[in-house]
């Protein structure tokens, strides 16, 4: 789905990277714990959350997430404006919650990524689960 169809699915206002509307983003994800966003998702993820401050630009910028969706209504700090213009990662806001967001998301083709599941805690071993 094009990043503009995902602003208009969700009723968003995108704030940032402008010039990328057109391009696709196929899978999503939804945290607000960025250590749960480093641990489990794959990359070109979409990041659906209520984090508003500027670190949650540089875990995209890790990870490659090609978009932030700020949801709950929440207002992000200038310094994430900031930060995802100069990285050139688009941010829409949307007033629905996460949960509906998703479920929007979802039920117009967004798929889930895959999640990486750690099989124990004296066992470091992982792998990633459709």
Do not use: W
Request: proline residues 4%; glycine residues 8%; hydrophobic residues 45%.
């Amino acid at each position: 789905m094009k990043i503009k169809e995902i602003a208009e699915k969700i009723e968003g206002k995108v704030i940032t990277g402008e010039d990328r509307l057109d391009e696709v983003v196929e899978k999503g994800f939804a945290a607000d714990l960025l250590s749960d966003v480093l641990a489990l998702t794959e990359e070109s993820s979409c990041l659906i959350t209520g984090i508003t401050g500027p670190q949650v630009i540089r875990v995209a910028e890790v990870l490659n997430i090609p978009l932030i969706i700020i949801a709950r209504g929440k207002q992000p700090s200038k310094a994430l404006v900031e930060s995802a213009r100069a990285a050139g990662i688009p941010v829409i806001l949307t007033n629905k919650t996460v949960f509906e967001t998703c479920g929007i998301l979802y039920s117009n083709g967004m798929k889930p990524c895959k999640i990486k599941i750690f099989h124990g805690v004296a066992d470091e071993s992982s792998s990633f689960v459709d």
